[in-house]
């Protein structure tokens, strides 16, 4: 996502990611590593239920379609780590566009842990969302 940041911002755009760690353990994430976004602690988790995004269950994490997905990220060089204290693995994310008036135009709410859209689809989601601007 990093990598086409630029373009989002180029399209009128912007990107928000929400955690639902601690506002203190977020601190910590985030001095890791340098975001260009804004990143937000959302402990109680009410943008998520805003949003409809569920936990799942140990059983769907371990699903064999889950764990293939999992292996694809490990050959192409990601690499799990132990969750820290108060992660929750079974929360599951959702990647959001809301036009200026705050409308949800594209919502793609995970089914399971690895389920996300392609970065190529948020940003075609984000054009449609200038193009309705400005016609």
Do not use: C, N
Not at 82 to 101: C, I, K, M, N, S
Not at 110 to 128: F, H, K, M, Y
Request: no cysteine; hydrophobic share 40%; glycine share 8%.
């Amino acid at each position: 996502m990093q990598e086409q940041y630029e373009e989002i911002l180029r399209l009128g755009g912007a990107v928000l990611v929400v955690s639902f760690v601690s506002p203190a353990q977020l601190t910590t994430y985030l001095a890791a590593g340098a975001f260009p976004f804004p990143v937000v602690a959302d402990p109680t988790r009410q943008g998520y239920q805003a949003f409809g995004l569920e936990r799942t269950s140990w059983s769907a994490m371990l699903a064999v379609r889950s764990v293939l997905r999992y292996l694809r990220l490990i050959l192409r060089g990601w690499l799990p780590r132990r969750p820290r204290e108060g992660e929750d693995v079974l929360q599951l994310g959702g990647d959001f566009v809301l036009d200026a008036t705050g409308q949800v135009v594209y919502a793609h709410p995970s089914g399971e842990p690895t389920d996300r859209p392609s970065v190529s689809d948020l940003i075609d989601a984000v054009r449609q969302v200038t193009v309705k601007k400005d016609s």
